[in-house]
């Protein structure tokens, strides 16, 4: 049973680049959370998906949007990077209302913003 | 707002030490409770989960128990080994699902 994929693991970019990252759920789930962690700190929650629409947004610009496809897989995109942008950003996916209603992370795209 | 407060790291202990990480938390409702820990360059696994009052988690030999009087989690395990060196996190899930993490503790054992 495959866990939480995403890709790619690191990415190196330049202030104002746009960015997109990867992320396929575990087998079996429809939810997929997006959370950016700084470095030393704990995951800030960005926005979660379900059935292809944006149910929650944490506080994050506009310019970090998302999408999630039919297969539940979903893409975070950020525009206009800034060198605050550099973060580890991670995927969540789950199941809720079911009995293993957990999250469970995916190891991470690492972006680095010069 | 919903938020999580943990002991500020690291923690450097001796193998077969005795290691608590204390965890408290501000929320509105009934949120679940869950002990996430990260190894070095890798994401976050979950160690364990409380999902009301008074529930007990446990794996692989940590334990933590849901407090509602004191709004606690505190993770505990009695005797802790070398690879158990990582850093770990304290969180609560809200009802929409999004997770609010602690700011993590560092665990540093040595042999």
């Known amino acids: 049973d495959a866990g939480v994929t995403q890709s790619p693991t690191h990415l190196i970019k330049t202030r104002g680049q746009q960015v997109t990252l990867r992320c396929s759920p575990k087998?079996?789930?429809?939810?997929v959370s997006w959370y950016q962690q700084a470095l030393g700190q704990g995951p800030q929650f960005i926005f979660q998906?379900?059935?292809?629409?944006?149910?929650q947004r944490g506080n994050f610009p506009d310019r970090f949007s998302g999408h999630q496809f039919p297969n539940y897989s979903s893409e975070l995109n950020v525009n206009a990077l800034l060198l605050g942008d550099s973060a580890l950003y991670l995927c969540a996916s789950s199941l809720p209302g079911q009995e293993e209603d957990t999250q469970y992370f995916g190891p991470g795209t690492r972006l680095t913003v010069l | 707002g919903d938020s999580v407060t943990q002991m500020e790291g690291p923690v450097t202990l001796s193998e077969e030490a005795f290691l608590t990480i204390n965890c408290t938390y501000t929320?509105?409702?009934?949120?679940?409770l869950f002990w996430y820990v990260q190894y070095p360059g890798e994401g976050l696994q979950l160690l364990l989960k409380a999902t009301k009052a008074d529930d007990k988690g446990s794996n692989k030999g940590f334990e933590a128990t849901y407090r509602k009087e004191t709004t606690s989690f505190h993770l505990e395990k009695g005797s802790v080994q070398v690879s158990d060196s990582a850093v770990y996190f304290c969180?609560?899930?809200?009802?929409?699902?999004?997770?609010?993490f602690g700011a993590g503790t560092q665990v540093v054992v040595t042999p």
């Open positions: 929320a509105t409702g009934y949120p679940s």
């Open positions: 998906y379900y059935e292809e629409e944006e149910r």
């Open positions: 969180a609560l899930e809200d009802s929409w699902g999004k997770l609010q």
């Open positions: 087998s079996g789930h429809d939810t």
